[in-house]
């Protein structure tokens, strides 16, 4: 076998952020509904001067240089994400940049909603079966939303996985969901913003999920308790709490005389708004929850959802928590509205033809609570300036500079410098 897989991970997130007891405050709804209600702590914010193209960069140029790698090496550059600035020229061609002198690159910009860096890493496994290179799969997002409920979820975030034979985490058995529901969309030409219906994308997001799982399970012979760990698309953690409780009640169906005995023949969809059912799944699934997701949900809890890049966020997380062990297997939940989903497996080995990337790599050059808390706080209002400025950027035509300053950004950080009188975007790093 060829052990396809991750061999390497690069996570960048921006330099500020506002703590959501701020923003309760500053939205004027009772204190605890985003902190306790949606499990959230703090929500990464960027301004003008960074989009979709620069974190992208940002993130591949630190890939590059902290594993050193030849660009000569690299044969697929394919970026995941759902905020689009331009509907012909993928942000993966801006990419391009950073190999000068390798245009035998493969791969290109897929869409779809909070899955598109899930299905480019498919792509990526699949194609390194036929091409001895390296590939490197991006999954990032500015996820924005208008005024409303959903607001607290915003955030920011970009993952560069390297994707090749013999890796430390290798690709194993997985299972997909694919339906029609309009959830979560973004028909407005004009507007970065979803028209999200927030209880359906629960419900579909649910259903994602123990469709998965059932066959997921089934092929793997697998409880919820077997993986060592789970790491779950993270909108808000609240939703990640109750998804893994869940898969306690699908196991107990399965099984005679359990305690949850009661609700054996209940119709699925009234299961999912039964509050003592619910509470009784928080009972069974607390420890297990701390044990195998908390390490996971860490950072997401810090920065927001990161749409495309939040599973990959969340392995970074985990990754930079804990020491992982060859023979431990850990479980991927990816779900992106619309909807499309994929459960799948991720085995810890150590690799017999290379010494370069190994899992105790990943966590020397990740060092994400280090970054974490190296973090600005910024107040809360701040998040309505950045999508304000974000929003009137999409009408108020060409040429545009931005105005937010340089000096809030990491060293190393590529920004905006303009947008010319022929809407070409120009980048330069601080
Ligand atoms: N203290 C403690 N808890 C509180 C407080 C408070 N003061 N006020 C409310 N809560 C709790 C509620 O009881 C509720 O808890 P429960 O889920 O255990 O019942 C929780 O906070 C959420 O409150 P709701 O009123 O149910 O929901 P809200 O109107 O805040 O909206 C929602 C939440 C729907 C998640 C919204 O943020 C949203 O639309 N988000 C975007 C959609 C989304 O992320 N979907 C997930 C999958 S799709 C994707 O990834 C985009």
Not at 118 to 126: E, G, I, K, P, R
Not at 235 to 245: G, I, R, T, W
Not at 269 to 284: G, T, V, W
Request: proline fraction near 5%; hydrophobic fraction near 35%.
């Amino acid at each position: 076998p060829l052990h396809i897989g991750i061999l390497g991970l690069e996570v960048y997130t921006p330099r500020t952020y506002i703590q959501q007891t701020e923003l309760e405050q500053h939205l004027q709804v009772p204190a605890g509904k985003f902190t306790i209600g949606l499990g959230q702590e703090g929500l990464a914010v960027t301004g003008d001067v960074e989009d979709i193209n620069s974190i992208c960069l940002t993130v591949v140029h630190q890939l590059l240089e902290k594993y050193n790698l030849d660009p000569q090496s690299i044969g697929r550059v394919e970026v995941g994400t759902e905020t689009l600035i331009d509907k012909s020229k993928s942000t993966k061609t801006v990419l391009m940049e950073l190999f000068p002198d390798n245009s035998d690159i493969e791969g290109a910009t897929i869409v779809n909603a909070c899955y598109g860096g899930t299905a480019a890493f498919l792509n990526a496994c699949a194609w390194c079966s036929l091409d001895e290179r390296l590939a490197i799969v991006v999954a990032a997002d500015i996820a924005t939303y208008a005024a409303g409920p959903a607001r607290p979820t915003c955030g920011v975030g970009a993952v560069a996985v390297l994707v090749g034979r013999d890796a430390p985490l290798v690709l194993g058995e997985r299972a997909t969901h694919a339906s029609h529901v309009w959830d979560f969309y973004k028909p407005n030409p004009v507007s970065e913003y979803p028209v999200v219906e927030g209880a359906l994308s629960q419900l579909c997001y649910y259903q994602a999920l123990e469709d998965c799982y059932a066959r997921w399970s089934q092929k793997t012979n697998t409880t919820a308790t077997t993986p060592d760990y789970w790491v779950f698309h993270a909108p808000y953690n609240k939703l990640v709490q109750k998804s893994y409780a869940r898969l306690f009640y699908i196991d107990s169906l399965k099984q005679d005389n359990t305690p949850l005995e009661k609700w054996r023949d209940m119709d699925r969809i009234q299961s999912y708004h039964d509050k003592e059912l619910e509470a009784a799944l928080k009972q069974h699934s607390a420890s297990a929850y701390q044990q195998k997701l908390t390490d996971a949900n860490h950072a997401s809890q810090q920065v927001g959802n990161t749409y495309t890049a939040s599973v990959f966020l969340g392995l970074c997380s985990l990754i930079s928590r804990r020491s992982l062990v060859p023979e431990q297997q850990i479980a991927v939940f990816s779900y992106g509205s619309g909807a499309l989903a994929t459960l799948y497996s991720l085995h810890v080995r150590t690799p017999t033809q290379q010494t370069e990337f190994t899992t105790e790599r990943m966590q020397q050059v990740l060092q994400l609570e280090t970054r974490l808390s190296m973090r600005e706080q910024v107040a809360a209002r701040e998040l309505d300036l950045a999508l304000d400025t974000r929003a009137k950027m999409h009408t108020s035509g060409v040429p545009y500079t931005p105005f937010y300053p340089h000096d809030r950004l990491f060293p190393g950080t590529y920004y905006l410098t303009h947008i010319d009188a022929q809407w070409r975007r120009h980048y330069a790093r601080t």
